[in-house]
Protein backbone atom coordinates (compact mmCIF):
# COMPACT_ATOMS: atom_id res chain seq x y z
CA UNK A 1 0.00 0.00 0.00
CA UNK A 2 1.86 2.89 -1.47
CA UNK A 3 1.35 5.67 1.73
CA UNK A 4 0.33 8.88 0.10
CA UNK A 5 0.46 13.10 2.19
CA UNK A 6 -1.64 15.75 0.79
CA UNK A 7 0.04 19.14 1.37
CA UNK A 8 -2.64 22.27 0.37
CA UNK A 9 -6.09 21.32 0.74
CA UNK A 10 -7.71 24.52 -0.83
CA UNK A 11 -10.33 24.40 -4.40
CA UNK A 12 -7.30 21.99 -5.53
CA UNK A 13 -6.43 20.06 -2.96
CA UNK A 14 -10.09 18.97 -2.51
CA UNK A 15 -10.45 17.27 -5.88
CA UNK A 16 -7.18 15.84 -5.40
CA UNK A 17 -8.70 14.02 -1.99
CA UNK A 18 -11.28 12.79 -3.66
CA UNK A 19 -9.61 11.53 -6.33
CA UNK A 20 -6.85 9.79 -4.27
CA UNK A 21 -9.89 7.95 -2.29
CA UNK A 22 -11.01 6.45 -5.43
CA UNK A 23 -7.64 5.24 -6.15
CA UNK A 24 -6.47 1.40 -5.22
CA UNK A 25 -3.31 0.68 -3.96
CA UNK A 26 -2.95 3.74 -2.10
CA UNK A 27 -3.54 5.36 1.58
CA UNK A 28 -3.78 8.49 2.60
CA UNK A 29 -2.02 8.90 5.79
CA UNK A 30 -2.31 13.01 6.45
CA UNK A 31 -2.58 16.05 5.36
CA UNK A 32 -0.88 19.73 6.30
CA UNK A 33 -2.82 22.58 6.16
CA UNK A 34 -2.18 26.12 7.99
CA UNK A 35 -5.32 27.30 7.70
CA UNK A 36 -7.40 25.92 11.02
CA UNK A 37 -11.21 26.32 9.54
CA UNK A 38 -10.37 24.52 6.24
CA UNK A 39 -8.63 21.73 8.31
CA UNK A 40 -11.39 20.97 10.66
CA UNK A 41 -13.55 20.75 7.26
CA UNK A 42 -10.86 18.31 5.85
CA UNK A 43 -10.27 16.74 9.32
CA UNK A 44 -14.78 16.25 9.44
CA UNK A 45 -15.33 15.11 5.88
CA UNK A 46 -12.34 12.70 5.62
CA UNK A 47 -11.58 11.51 8.44
CA UNK A 48 -8.17 12.39 7.98
CA UNK A 49 -5.15 13.10 10.30
CA UNK A 50 -4.01 16.67 10.42
CA UNK A 51 -0.54 17.46 10.85
CA UNK A 52 0.90 20.43 11.89
CA UNK A 53 4.62 20.06 10.70
CA UNK A 54 5.56 19.50 7.26
CA UNK A 55 8.20 17.23 8.13
CA UNK A 56 6.65 15.06 10.40
CA UNK A 57 3.56 14.01 7.69
CA UNK A 58 6.68 13.30 5.33
CA UNK A 59 8.25 11.24 7.94
CA UNK A 60 4.82 8.94 7.80
CA UNK A 61 4.70 8.87 4.04
CA UNK A 62 5.96 7.26 0.66
CA UNK A 63 5.03 10.09 -1.68
CA UNK A 64 3.73 13.69 -1.51
CA UNK A 65 1.32 15.38 -3.56
CA UNK A 66 1.64 19.02 -3.26
CA UNK A 67 -1.41 21.13 -3.69
CA UNK A 68 0.11 24.00 -1.83
CA UNK A 69 0.07 27.79 -2.99
CA UNK A 70 2.94 27.81 -6.10
CA UNK A 71 5.17 30.03 -3.23
CA UNK A 72 5.54 27.09 -0.77
CA UNK A 73 6.48 24.54 -3.70
CA UNK A 74 10.03 24.50 -3.39
CA UNK A 75 10.64 24.31 0.39
CA UNK A 76 8.02 21.37 0.14
CA UNK A 77 9.64 20.09 -2.76
CA UNK A 78 12.84 20.32 -1.64
CA UNK A 79 11.94 18.41 1.85
CA UNK A 80 10.33 15.65 0.30
CA UNK A 81 13.18 14.89 -1.92
CA UNK A 82 15.89 15.08 0.86
CA UNK A 83 13.57 12.51 2.64
CA UNK A 84 13.47 10.58 0.10
CA UNK A 85 10.24 11.20 -1.26
CA UNK A 86 8.47 10.59 -4.31
CA UNK A 87 6.99 13.80 -5.44
CA UNK A 88 3.87 15.33 -7.38
CA UNK A 89 3.67 18.95 -7.73
CA UNK A 90 0.76 21.01 -8.86
CA UNK A 91 2.06 23.49 -12.06
CA UNK A 92 3.92 25.73 -12.04
CA UNK A 93 6.83 23.63 -10.91
CA UNK A 94 8.01 26.58 -8.46
CA UNK A 95 7.94 30.23 -7.98
CA UNK A 96 11.36 31.32 -9.61
CA UNK A 97 13.39 30.09 -12.32
CA UNK A 98 16.35 29.44 -9.48
CA UNK A 99 14.06 27.16 -7.43
CA UNK A 100 12.90 25.25 -10.10
CA UNK A 101 16.99 24.44 -11.57
CA UNK A 102 17.65 23.56 -7.77
CA UNK A 103 14.59 20.98 -7.61
CA UNK A 104 15.44 19.63 -11.46
CA UNK A 105 19.10 19.01 -9.68
CA UNK A 106 17.70 17.51 -6.40
CA UNK A 107 15.22 15.12 -8.30
CA UNK A 108 18.44 14.21 -10.49
CA UNK A 109 20.55 13.14 -7.92
CA UNK A 110 18.09 11.88 -5.46
CA UNK A 111 16.48 8.98 -8.06
CA UNK A 112 12.74 9.67 -7.25
CA UNK A 113 9.98 9.78 -9.26
CA UNK A 114 8.56 13.53 -9.71
CA UNK A 115 5.91 15.07 -11.70
CA UNK A 116 4.41 18.00 -12.36
CA UNK A 117 0.84 18.70 -12.46
CA UNK A 118 0.36 19.97 -16.02
CA UNK A 119 -3.25 18.21 -16.14
CA UNK A 120 -4.24 19.43 -19.52
CA UNK A 121 -2.15 16.05 -20.88
CA UNK A 122 -4.98 13.83 -19.89
CA UNK A 123 -7.74 16.08 -20.86
CA UNK A 124 -9.97 13.79 -22.75
CA UNK A 125 -10.03 15.75 -26.02
CA UNK A 126 -6.36 15.94 -26.35
CA UNK A 127 -6.08 11.67 -25.51
CA UNK A 128 -8.32 10.73 -28.44
CA UNK A 129 -5.53 12.54 -30.61
CA UNK A 130 -3.25 9.62 -29.45
CA UNK A 131 -3.66 7.25 -32.04
CA UNK A 132 -3.05 10.76 -35.14
CA UNK A 133 0.68 12.08 -36.29
CA UNK A 134 0.94 15.55 -34.80
CA UNK A 135 3.24 17.74 -36.45
CA UNK A 136 1.91 21.16 -36.59
CA UNK A 137 4.00 24.23 -37.98
CA UNK A 138 1.50 26.53 -37.08
CA UNK A 139 -0.51 26.29 -33.32
CA UNK A 140 -3.21 28.84 -32.84
CA UNK A 141 -4.28 28.84 -29.12
CA UNK A 142 -7.26 30.74 -27.21
CA UNK A 143 -7.62 30.03 -23.14
CA UNK A 144 -9.97 32.46 -21.63
CA UNK A 145 -11.68 32.56 -18.19
CA UNK A 146 -13.98 34.10 -16.17
CA UNK A 147 -12.39 37.00 -13.48
CA UNK A 148 -11.78 34.48 -10.31
CA UNK A 149 -9.99 36.82 -7.11
CA UNK A 150 -8.08 32.99 -6.76
CA UNK A 151 -5.10 32.33 -8.54
CA UNK A 152 -3.97 35.99 -9.32
CA UNK A 153 -0.96 36.04 -6.63
CA UNK A 154 0.93 35.00 -10.08
CA UNK A 155 0.69 36.03 -13.81
CA UNK A 156 -2.12 34.78 -16.18
CA UNK A 157 0.92 33.34 -17.89
CA UNK A 158 1.53 31.15 -14.99
CA UNK A 159 -2.05 30.83 -13.91
CA UNK A 160 -3.41 29.68 -17.65
CA UNK A 161 -1.10 29.61 -20.21
CA UNK A 162 1.48 27.64 -18.82
CA UNK A 163 -0.93 24.45 -19.46
CA UNK A 164 -0.78 25.28 -22.93
CA UNK A 165 2.70 26.30 -22.91
CA UNK A 166 3.19 22.63 -22.00
CA UNK A 167 0.78 21.07 -24.44
CA UNK A 168 2.84 22.93 -27.23
CA UNK A 169 6.05 22.28 -26.20
CA UNK A 170 5.05 18.34 -25.60
CA UNK A 171 3.72 18.67 -29.19
CA UNK A 172 6.59 20.59 -31.03
CA UNK A 173 9.84 18.55 -31.11
CA UNK A 174 12.00 21.15 -31.25
CA UNK A 175 14.14 24.54 -29.50
CA UNK A 176 11.87 27.83 -29.12
CA UNK A 177 13.81 29.80 -31.08
CA UNK A 178 11.94 33.70 -30.52
CA UNK A 179 9.29 34.85 -28.34
CA UNK A 180 7.38 38.34 -28.58
CA UNK A 181 4.60 38.95 -25.90
CA UNK A 182 2.63 41.50 -24.82
CA UNK A 183 0.59 41.45 -21.72
CA UNK A 184 -1.67 43.85 -19.92
CA UNK A 185 -2.81 44.00 -15.64
CA UNK A 186 -6.32 44.96 -15.38
CA UNK A 187 -7.63 43.74 -12.85
CA UNK A 188 -4.77 42.95 -10.77
CA UNK A 189 -1.18 43.60 -9.94
CA UNK A 190 0.00 41.15 -12.63
CA UNK A 191 -0.83 40.69 -16.23
CA UNK A 192 -5.10 39.67 -16.62
CA UNK A 193 -4.14 39.09 -20.50
CA UNK A 194 -1.74 38.49 -22.83
CA UNK A 195 -0.65 37.39 -26.60
CA UNK A 196 2.77 35.46 -27.27
CA UNK A 197 4.27 34.24 -30.57
CA UNK A 198 6.09 31.66 -30.24
CA UNK A 199 9.30 30.54 -33.39
CA UNK A 200 10.35 27.05 -33.30
CA UNK A 201 13.97 26.26 -34.91
CA UNK A 202 11.95 23.80 -37.45
CA UNK A 203 9.42 26.45 -38.14
CA UNK A 204 6.92 25.91 -36.40
CA UNK A 205 4.46 28.74 -35.21
CA UNK A 206 2.15 29.23 -31.80
CA UNK A 207 0.31 32.37 -31.32
CA UNK A 208 -1.29 31.96 -27.91
CA UNK A 209 -4.21 34.27 -26.12
CA UNK A 210 -4.61 33.44 -22.55
CA UNK A 211 -7.26 35.83 -20.24
CA UNK A 212 -8.69 35.84 -17.09
CA UNK A 213 -11.11 38.94 -17.57
CA UNK A 214 -13.07 37.50 -20.23
CA UNK A 215 -16.83 37.13 -20.28
CA UNK A 216 -17.22 33.75 -22.13
CA UNK A 217 -14.70 30.65 -20.90
CA UNK A 218 -13.01 28.98 -23.93
CA UNK A 219 -10.22 26.81 -24.18
CA UNK A 220 -9.18 25.57 -27.87
CA UNK A 221 -5.98 24.66 -29.67
CA UNK A 222 -6.21 24.72 -33.24
CA UNK A 223 -3.06 22.98 -35.58
CA UNK A 224 -2.40 23.08 -38.70
CA UNK A 225 0.12 20.87 -40.34
CA UNK A 226 0.65 19.61 -44.06
CA UNK A 227 -2.96 18.40 -45.61
CA UNK A 228 -4.50 18.66 -41.87
CA UNK A 229 -5.88 20.87 -39.54
CA UNK A 230 -7.04 19.56 -35.90
CA UNK A 231 -9.06 21.21 -33.75
CA UNK A 232 -8.86 20.28 -29.73
CA UNK A 233 -11.69 21.63 -27.37
CA UNK A 234 -10.53 21.12 -24.05
CA UNK A 235 -13.43 22.66 -22.44
CA UNK A 236 -16.60 21.02 -24.44
CA UNK A 237 -14.13 18.02 -24.36
CA UNK A 238 -14.44 17.75 -28.57
CA UNK A 239 -11.82 16.88 -30.76
CA UNK A 240 -11.83 17.00 -34.99
CA UNK A 241 -9.47 16.36 -38.02
CA UNK A 242 -10.00 17.71 -41.35
CA UNK A 243 -7.64 16.41 -43.83
CA UNK A 244 -7.28 15.38 -47.41
CA UNK A 245 -8.42 12.09 -47.99
CA UNK A 246 -5.88 9.29 -48.02
CA UNK A 247 -7.31 6.52 -50.09
CA UNK A 248 -7.95 3.92 -47.07
CA UNK A 249 -8.92 6.71 -44.64
CA UNK A 250 -12.06 5.84 -42.86
CA UNK A 251 -13.67 9.80 -42.23
CA UNK A 252 -17.23 10.12 -40.47
CA UNK A 253 -17.51 12.80 -43.43
CA UNK A 254 -16.00 13.39 -46.98
CA UNK A 255 -16.58 15.69 -49.69
CA UNK A 256 -14.92 16.89 -52.76
CA UNK A 257 -13.88 20.01 -53.68
CA UNK A 258 -12.27 21.26 -56.78
CA UNK A 259 -8.60 22.94 -57.07
CA UNK A 260 -5.94 23.97 -59.79
CA UNK A 261 -4.52 20.37 -59.33
CA UNK A 262 -7.73 18.01 -59.58
CA UNK A 263 -9.97 17.01 -57.50
CA UNK A 264 -9.06 16.97 -53.91
CA UNK A 265 -11.18 14.84 -51.31
CA UNK A 266 -11.37 16.23 -47.84
CA UNK A 267 -12.45 13.80 -44.58
CA UNK A 268 -13.57 14.94 -41.65
CA UNK A 269 -13.46 12.90 -38.65
CA UNK A 270 -14.32 13.37 -35.04
CA UNK A 271 -12.29 11.19 -32.67
CA UNK A 272 -14.27 9.03 -30.22
CA UNK A 273 -13.48 11.11 -26.78
CA UNK A 274 -13.91 8.71 -23.70
CA UNK A 275 -15.12 9.97 -20.29
CA UNK A 276 -11.99 10.64 -18.30
CA UNK A 277 -11.54 11.97 -14.85
CA UNK A 278 -8.30 13.93 -15.77
CA UNK A 279 -6.91 14.80 -12.23
CA UNK A 280 -7.77 10.88 -11.06
CA UNK A 281 -5.96 9.53 -14.19
CA UNK A 282 -2.63 11.91 -13.63
CA UNK A 283 -2.70 10.80 -10.22
CA UNK A 284 -3.05 7.44 -10.62
CA UNK A 285 -0.06 7.63 -13.95
CA UNK A 286 2.05 9.30 -10.76
CA UNK A 287 1.09 6.18 -8.00
CA UNK A 288 2.34 3.65 -11.16
CA UNK A 289 5.30 5.16 -12.20
CA UNK A 290 6.13 4.27 -8.62
CA UNK A 291 5.09 1.09 -8.51
CA UNK A 292 6.30 -0.29 -11.52
CA UNK A 293 9.31 2.04 -11.72
CA UNK A 294 9.04 3.65 -14.80
CA UNK A 295 9.21 7.66 -15.83
CA UNK A 296 6.17 9.89 -14.82
CA UNK A 297 3.89 11.22 -18.29
CA UNK A 298 5.29 14.68 -17.55
CA UNK A 299 8.69 15.21 -15.68
CA UNK A 300 9.83 17.90 -13.91
CA UNK A 301 11.94 18.71 -17.01
CA UNK A 302 8.60 19.09 -18.66
CA UNK A 303 7.63 21.23 -15.92
CA UNK A 304 11.00 22.91 -16.09
CA UNK A 305 10.80 23.55 -19.53
CA UNK A 306 7.09 25.27 -19.48
CA UNK A 307 8.21 27.26 -16.77
CA UNK A 308 11.28 28.24 -18.73
CA UNK A 309 9.07 29.44 -21.73
CA UNK A 310 6.94 31.47 -18.86
CA UNK A 311 9.52 33.26 -17.76
CA UNK A 312 10.52 34.19 -20.83
CA UNK A 313 7.23 35.52 -21.89
CA UNK A 314 6.78 37.21 -18.51
CA UNK A 315 10.19 38.87 -18.94
CA UNK A 316 9.02 40.29 -22.70
CA UNK A 317 6.05 41.77 -21.26
CA UNK A 318 8.08 43.63 -18.67
CA UNK A 319 10.09 44.68 -20.73
CA UNK A 320 7.86 46.58 -22.34
CA UNK A 321 6.01 48.35 -19.43
CA UNK A 322 9.31 50.21 -18.18
Known amino acids: MLKIAVFGTGHLGKFHLNNWKEIEGVELV ?14 GTYQLKRFLDPSALMDVC ?6 APTIHHFELCKMALRKGKHVFVEKPLA ?11 LAKESNLKFQVGHVERFNPAFLALKGYTLKPMFIEVHRLAEFNPRGTDVSVVLDLMIHDIDIILHLVNSNVSYISANGVAVMSETPDIANVRIEFDNGCVAN ?11 RKIRLFQKDAYIGIDFLDKKAEIIR ?3 PDDKNDFSFDIETNHGTKSIGISNPKVEAVNAIKMELECFKNAIINNHETPVTIIDGFRAMEVAHLILEKINSKQH
Open 30 to 43: GFFDPNDENAKVIE
Open 95 to 105: NTMEEARELVK
Open 208 to 218: LTSSRISLKKM
Open 244 to 246: LNQ
Open 62 to 67: DAVDIV
